[in-house]
Each structure stands twice: as C-alpha cells, then as structure tokens.
C-alpha cells in the first residue's frame, strides 16, 4: 500500500531473516510455498532472481509468527485504487475503495 513499508520491512519477517540467514523476500516465499500457494515471485535483477530460487524451510514456530502477522493488522498491499498511475477501481471493497466507480464483473 502507498506509503506503508513492505512487507519485506515487518520487524517479525526481518528477525526471521536474520535467524536462518535468509532474506525477508525469501522468507515470504518460503512461508507462501509451505502455505500451499504457487509463488511466482518478480524481479529483473540476477541476484535476486537466483535468491529466489533458493528453498527455504521455515520452522513451524517460525510459519506462525509469518501467518499472525495479519491477524490483528489487516493490511492490503494491493489496492489499484492506491497505483500510480491510479485505477478506478472497487475491486476488495475496502475503505479506501469505497467511491471508485468501477467494479470488476463476476460470473459474467
């Protein structure tokens, strides 16, 4: 979301990091991977490209601590109404959301 940290920056994915010797990117990609999501993370740059392919495997007490970070703290990060360049839309029905005119078609 405009103009909050990443999720990459969240003091628990940033502490996990730093105890397993990973970055906070392939910390998310782990925990998504052991959730059962396919993970198709985006980068241009080599290094970062290769980091991502590296496997981690988080420690069950470690998956939780990643998993409870939006539990009391619901945070989207991808909000179009919030892009530059800016989209019109009402795609999750949030707050930020609410006065955009245009919401995708479902079922259509």
């Not at 003091?11 to 105890?19: D, H, L, M, R």
């Not at 990117?25 to 959730?35: E, F, H, P, S, Y």
Request: charged residues 25%; proline residues 9%.
């Amino acid at each position: 979301m405009v103009g909050k940290p990443r999720l990459t920056e969240h003091p628990t994915v940033k502490k996990i990091a730093e105890k397993t010797g990973a970055d906070p990117a392939q910390i998310l990609i782990a925990w998504g991977a052991q959730k059962g999501f396919s993970v198709i993370p985006k980068s241009v740059q080599e290094s970062r490209i290769k980091s991502n392919f590296k496997q981690i495997k988080l420690s069950d007490e470690d998956f939780q601590a990643v998993s409870d970070i939006g539990l009391n703290n619901h945070t989207r990060f991808n909000i179009p109404c919030a892009y530059d360049p800016f989209w019109p839309v009402n795609l999750f029905n949030e707050p930020e959301e609410a006065n955009e005119p245009h919401k995708p078609l479902i079922g259509a």
